[in-house]
């Protein structure tokens, strides 16, 4: 033997862990940002991924940062916190959510996680059964697929709508559905349609999930980030129809992401989700999962009573202005469909007609060129299933995301195929 070499080791790299990785947005940005032409003097304009904490105009509050300092001094939180949150966070987040259509949330229902995609990591662990099958939105939030193919989950696409608001085709879930679903996920407001669905709706899905027999995934990362006709309506309020497993964080209507602070909230008046064990599945699980940092929930129940609602109302007026700008730009270029204009969270999803495009061939290409030649970020639609589309935020500073629509559209204009 040398060097170490030798057909005698027992170890290999997972390739199931290759395989959920190739999902994941941070995957695409990855392979887009490495395309980047170095020699572009030009800024970069980022309108791929939802982080819009990075510019002036997206700051967290003050409140909150005072909050984490007065939590820092105070020594009392460099200790390990309790596996599912502290009591005291805990009961912020009931009393927080509690406001909402005026539905009472204990804190025993309350589990507080490292940001919202450890919500969903505990929630798909305790539902991962053999032979189990999950019904996931097409397109939607891709760490969903990258979670349930690690956890060994099938995943069953079921579509959205786009000239319906992209609302859930229920037809279709009925038509996949099985003795072996466990759950469907609603992202709503939409990660990454911008939709925002009504109280109609969200009942028809709560009662085709009861006929069907598994529970809902409600996903309200950017609950109350709403700027059209319909107002954020949370999935709990149908508990008495069907089990609910919501999940939220501080990451966007709080513009905390870096903080890591999620919460997964159970909702279900009639005790089903006690009586097949998911209750004490999901405590079992944090028992074997990292906490959330202590001195970010010391910090919470400051946070929640004390940041001003003009701050919030702030937020929702420059993502009203900047959703109305991207799409007005957007669909009025050529190879470009725009079948919703976004009333919530902070994208829009567009429909590449690639007949009008030469030497494009599909959404990848569109996003690599457009990365090189423009140095402009947006993000394909193959990671969320839908091909040929792109995903792009528009929360970002107003100015930049007018830069680069602009460059966007010069992009298009010299790749347009010649008449």
């Known amino acids: ?26 995957f695409a940005l990855k392979t887009l940002r490495e395309n980047l032409n170095a020699n572009d ?3 970069v304009i980022p309108l791929g991924y939802g982080d819009p904490s990075q510019f002036p105009s997206f700051k ?58 450890q919500a969903i990591d505990i929630m798909l662990t305790v539902l991962a059964r053999p032979g189990a099958n999950i019904l996931l939105p097409k397109p939607g939030y891709s760490f969903y697929e990258a979670r349930s193919t690690f956890s060994q989950l099938e995943i069953r696409h079921y579509d959205l709508l786009p000239e319906q608001g992209w609302e859930v085709d229920l037809s279709h879930v009925e038509a996949l559905a099985d003795d072996k679903t466990v759950a469907i996920a609603i992202i709503n407001p939409g990660n990454p349609c911008g939709n925002v669905y009504t109280y109609e709706h969200l009942q028809k899905v709560a009662e085709t999930a009861k006929k069907l027999g598994f529970l809902v995934i409600a996903d309200e990362a950017y609950a109350h980030l709403t700027f059209g006709k319909n107002p954020s309506v949370p999935m709990r309020v149908f ?133 090189n030649e423009e140095s402009v970020v947006v993000l394909p639609g193959h990671p969320m299933g839908l091909k040929n589309w792109l995903r792009v935020t528009f929360a970002v500073e107003l100015s930049l995301l007018e830069d680069g629509l602009e460059r966007i559209r010069a992009f298009c204009a010299r790749h347009a195929k010649k008449q």
């Not at 070499?5 to 862990?17: C, H, L, P, R, S």
């Open 239 to 371: 508990s008495s129809i069907v089990p609910v497993l919501t999940l939220g964080s501080l990451s966007k209507r709080w513009m905390l992401p870096g903080w890591r602070l999620g919460w997964l909230v159970t909702s279900d008046q009639n005790g089903i989700l006690q009586r097949h064990g998911i209750i004490d599945s999901i405590k079992s699980c944090l028992d074997i999962t990292p906490e959330p940092v202590n001195f970010i929930q010391a910090a919470l129940p400051k946070m929640l009573k004390e940041i001003p609602e003009d701050y919030h109302l702030r937020t929702l007026n420059l993502l009203r202005e900047t959703a109305d700008v991207c799409y007005d730009r957007l669909k009025d270029i050529p190879c470009f469909i725009c079948p919703y204009k976004p009333e919530g969270s902070m994208f829009v999803m567009v429909k590449l007609n690639l007949s009008l495009l030469e030497g494009i061939n599909n959404d990848m290409e569109f996003c690599l060129k457009l990365a």
């Open 1 to 26: 033997m040398e060097n170490g070499k030798t057909a005698n080791w027992n170890f290999k790299g997972d390739e199931t862990v290759k395989k959920a990785s190739a999902w994941t947005i941070k």
């Open 60 to 117: 967290p509050s003050k409140v909150a940062e005072e909050a984490v300092i007065d939590a820092i001094q105070s020594g009392k939180f460099h200790c390990y916190a309790p596996g599912d949150g502290t009591p005291e966070a805990k009961r912020a987040i009931a009393d927080h959510l509690s406001r909402d259509h005026g539905m009472e949330i204990s804190p025993k229902d309350v589990f507080l996680t490292l940001g919202g995609r």
């Open 41 to 43: 003097k030009r800024a």
